[in-house]
């Protein structure tokens, strides 16, 4: 069995290590194979993904030297698999990964899980969401996404991790870790200022710690960044919570999620 992740530099993990993936062309294949989520690609875009505008003289040839190249790497690194993983299909080309094989997947998994957990799962919504951010070990594909396939499914899962870590926030403040959760939650509003709920989420946490001019200050600076960057307001839920936080309103020690949404 392999382990795929993309959840940073791509890696491959056998039974005795990881294997090593080498050339950009053949991590690009790679890379374009397993955001497909087990659907074939076609060789026209595999091309684009790998050489751009500087397409080889005779693509088909060199597409299938590369197949080829990537069928053996993966047939020496599971001696004991009768199938090839790679296999072609009349709209293209196919990396067979097994459920529990791509890091990417179960992250999703778990994020859309939590999405539709109660709010009586919050400790348990919380540690699997630590679990699975703890996957990530930097930007997908280690920031090498070549071509287009690659850049959005990257967009994609940095969507998705932006969705746990607002998810993971919430049950955490509704079990009332509001303390506990402060750096993590003024390092994510710092890191995405445009990010709204970050800073719903912060200044929450502020307020229900004592802080509650903190919290007043996050949003004093969050309306000029917003009114500097994009010449916009900030949005109603936004406002909501400076007001609630205004009038000592009690709903904010309580169900964060429900709350803000509440709120909005």
Same mark, same amino acid.
């Given at each position: 069995m392999l382990?795929?992740s993309i959840?940073?530099?791509?890696?491959?993990?056998?039974?005795s290590?990881?294997?090593e993936?080498?050339?950009?062309?053949?991590?690009?294949?790679v890379?374009a194979?397993?955001i497909?989520?087990g659907?074939p690609?076609?060789?026209?875009?595999l091309?684009?993904?790998?050489w751009g505008?500087a397409?080889?003289?005779?693509?088909?040839?060199?597409?299938?030297?590369?197949?080829s190249?990537?069928?053996?790497?993966?047939r020496?690194?599971?001696p004991?698999?009768?199938?090839?993983?790679v296999t072609?299909?009349p709209?293209?080309?196919?990396?067979?990964v097994?459920?529990g094989e791509?890091d990417?997947?179960?992250?999703?998994r778990?994020?859309?899980q939590?999405?539709a957990a109660?709010?009586?799962d919050?400790?348990?919504t919380a540690?699997l969401?630590?679990?699975?951010?703890? /996957?990530?070990?930097? !930007?997908?594909f280690g #920031?090498?996404?070549?071509? +287009? $396939?690659? &850049?959005? @499914?990257?967009?994609r899962?940095?969507e998705?991790?932006?969705?746990?870590?607002?998810?993971?926030f919430?049950?955490?403040?509704?079990l009332?870790?509001?303390a506990?959760?402060?750096?993590?939650?003024?390092?994510?509003?710092?890191?995405h200022?445009l990010r709204?709920r970050?800073?719903e989420q912060?200044?929450?946490?502020l307020?229900?710690?004592g802080r509650?001019a903190?919290?007043?200050?996050?949003?004093?600076?969050?309306?000029?960044?917003?009114?500097?960057?994009?010449?916009?307001?900030p949005?109603?839920?936004?406002?909501?919570?400076e007001?609630?936080? /205004?009038?000592?309103? !009690?709903?904010?020690? #309580?169900?964060?999620?429900? +709350? $803000?949404? &509440?709120l @909005?």
């Open positions: 382990k795929f959840l940073g530099a791509l890696q491959i993990r056998t039974v290590g990881p294997a993936i080498s050339g950009d062309l053949q991590r690009t294949l890379q194979l397993l497909s989520e659907q690609v076609s060789g026209e875009s091309v684009e993904e790998m505008d397409v080889p003289d005779n693509q088909a040839n060199a597409l299938q030297a590369h197949v190249r990537l069928r053996r790497k993966l020496g690194l599971e004991g698999r009768a199938d090839s993983r072609m299909h709209s293209g080309y196919r990396l067979t097994a459920e791509l990417a997947e179960e992250f999703v778990t994020v859309r939590a999405e109660s709010p009586g919050a400790a348990r540690r969401l630590g679990e699975a951010l703890a /996957l990530w070990r930097g !930007p997908v #920031g090498f996404a070549a071509g +287009t $396939l690659c &850049q959005l @499914a990257g967009a899962y940095e998705y991790r932006m969705r746990a870590m607002e998810l993971r919430d049950a955490e403040l509704r009332g870790r509001h506990a959760v402060l750096a993590e939650l003024a390092e994510a509003h710092t890191n200022p709204e970050f800073c912060l200044m929450v946490a307020y229900c710690s509650q903190d919290a007043l200050d996050v949003f004093r600076r969050m309306r000029r960044h917003l009114d500097d960057e994009l010449g916009i307001q949005s109603p839920a936004l406002r909501q919570v007001n609630a936080i /205004l009038c000592h309103d !009690p709903a904010l020690a #309580g169900d964060v999620r429900s +709350t $803000l949404l &509440q @909005a």
